[in-house]
């Protein structure tokens, strides 16, 4: 085997054992475990409801309620007497959680141009979505049966009833949109939780790694004897990060299908073929987070250059973090263009920042600054390469000599 | 006639505001094993750094096999092999994988390399366990192995018997005594002045960044009055 190709297998090797695989493949998967989670609760939503009727009342309106009911809901209990306690017993043990109750003045009442009532028990075993969405299921419910009523006594046509049909045209930035504001911003909301978040990962658990694999040359004192050895310092360097990147890159790959596997789940949600991005629009924020990437596993080599340990590799991620949590936080709660230029130009700075507001940028079509975007982040990654080269080519990772940044490091450490 | 292995002049080095170095000069002739000593912070593990390519200098001038280690390091790391006190391998990495990850960085048959390695660490089946499953000693004989495996022009072993019993620490000054010849030498740091004695056929004493006085070990004796290099080495510290 060739030294540097030796040298990348040793790498890869290295960051493939479990203490630094693990948490890269566990991410997705977790993401995957949610998605599903949510995806299990859209689909009992997505079931009749099951729903008990304790009708006092058998007269003609009290009967349109309980077809409504039997149309559009599983009943499991349909009762005439009793107490509402016993039928909510009967409907829980048969699977439903709620009972209308409908009084025996029920038509009465309407006949007399009151309001009817009906009164709805509900049982809540735990105060969750699906506890408080099913309830929301039989409001609904009873809304129908209203309509139904109205249609009843009235004998109004579905139009009378609904004469307005709304279809909607939102533009956002000047991008033209055949959804509802709510769904477009639905969609971005969903878009701009998530998205920077798996960004974020990718790049902390990418750095993380090289700055290990680089603390541990120096707890398994290693080091001194690679360095003896007649190779090229920048061929470890290189060694190093093309090490690191293949496994950046199953990180990448992990975390764009994620993003993929969210687009898709939002576009099929809303139906709107504008909201959603293309393949190369993919391929744009691959290529977009691969050279940040780059950027990161040279900068926290460089930063493992200082580092003497494991533990004190984890603090030095520390600033390497911050730096991509702070336009994770950005995206998420505001938009950057609305931002002031001081504090727009201070997270463009980050170059991490580019990858995590890529997607944004292609939904509205603006290629052109993602593409600047990645140009930035392929002269930020050359510049971390060319420092980590320098930092070899001295005697920096021997004697972890910082100058006046040894301070500071000393002060991080601490 | 070939340059000495290594010519050290004037070495200097500073940490900050410690002088580590103040001046270091010494020889180490071919096919010979030179012992160099002293008390901690002697300097010892600077100059060999600095002799391995590892450390700059702040002034003076290291050849090693001729080659000047700041012009021309690659030569410096193709005629040396360097075991450092502390050193370890690769958790990830058996024995034998570890031997042939060194040796596929030299010219010559890494098969054989690999075949000399696993015959001087002398692990037996345990040659092909991985390296994290070693003990202290184990790990010290498959270093020492890797580094000697690969036939250096100048071998630099600083504590080779470091954390080795009795035993191993004898079969292993066996195999550093045999190795020197007209193409390579030693050179050797130890604490261990009986080590040092019956190993070294030159030994130059550091004390306080020079070297302060150099010779055989029957010379330094001779010019103490001492019965062994121990007892040199304590008159000369205080």
Known sequence: MRPFTRLVWKEARELLRPRYILPILMLPVLFIAMGQGFSGIEDQLGDEPQVGVLAYDDNEYADVVQETLEARADVVYNGTDGSPERALNRTTEAGGSAVVVIPDNFTERIRDDQRGRVRLYTRVESVS??????????????????????????????????????????????????????AVSAAFTSQFVFVPVIIMFAIVFSGQ????????????????????????????????????????????????????????????????????????????????????????????????VFADSQQGAQMLLLPLSGLAIVPMFATMFTDIDTLGLGVKTALLVIPFTHPIIAPKRLLFDDVGIVLVGIGYEVLFAVGAVWLVIRLFDSDRPITGDAGWLDRLVGFVQR | MSAPAVEVSGLQKRYGDVQALDGVS??????????????????????????????????????????????????????????????????????????????????????????????????????????????????????????LMTDPELAILDEPTSGLDVQNARTVRGVIKEFPNAERSVLLSSHNMLEVEFLCDRVGLLNEGEIVVEGTPEELKAEFDAQNLEDVFVEVVQ
């Open chain 1, 209 to 304: 790694m090289v700055m290990n694999s680089m603390a541990s040359e120096k707890e398994n004192k290693t080091l001194e004897t690679l360095l003896s050895m007649p190779v090229k310092r920048r061929q470890i360097v290189a060694a190093k990060l093309l090490g690191g990147s293949f496994i950046g890159l199953i990180a990448t790959a992990l975390y764009t299908g994620g993003l993929a596997f969210a687009q898709l789940g939002v576009g099929a949600s809303f139906g709107g073929s504008a909201v959603t991005l293309g393949g190369t629009d993919y391929a744009l924020i691959a290529v977009s987070l691969f050279f940040s990437l780059v950027g990161t596993l040279a900068l926290a080599l460089a930063l493992g």
């Open chain 1, 129 to 182: 979505i699906v506890g408080i969405a099913s309830s929301t299921q039989v409001e609904s419910l009873v809304s129908e049966a209203g309509r139904n009523l109205t249609v009843a006594i009235t004998g109004a046509t579905e139009t009378e009833l609904d004469p307005i049909e709304r279809s909607h045209t939102t533009y956002v930035k000047g991008e033209r949109m055949d959804a509802s504001p709510g």
């Open chain 2, 26 to 147: 010494f020889e180490v002739r071919r096919d010979e094993i030179f012992g160099l000593v002293g008390p901690n912070g002697a300097g010892k593990t600077t100059t060999l750094r600095t002799l391995a390519t590892l450390l700059d200098r702040d002034g003076g001038s290291v050849t090693v096999a001729g080659n000047d280690v700041d012009e021309a390091p690659a030569a410096v790391r193709k005629a040396i092999r360097y075991l450092p006190e502390e050193a370890g391998s690769y958790d990830a990495m058996t024995g034998r994988q570890f031997l042939a990850f060194v040796a596929d960085f030299y010219d010559g048959d890494s098969d054989a390399m690999v075949d000399r390695g696993v015959e001087v660490a002398d692990l037996g089946e345990r040659i092909d366990d991985k390296t994290k499953e070693y003990s202290k000693g184990m790990g010290r004989k498959l270093l020492l192995g890797s580094a």
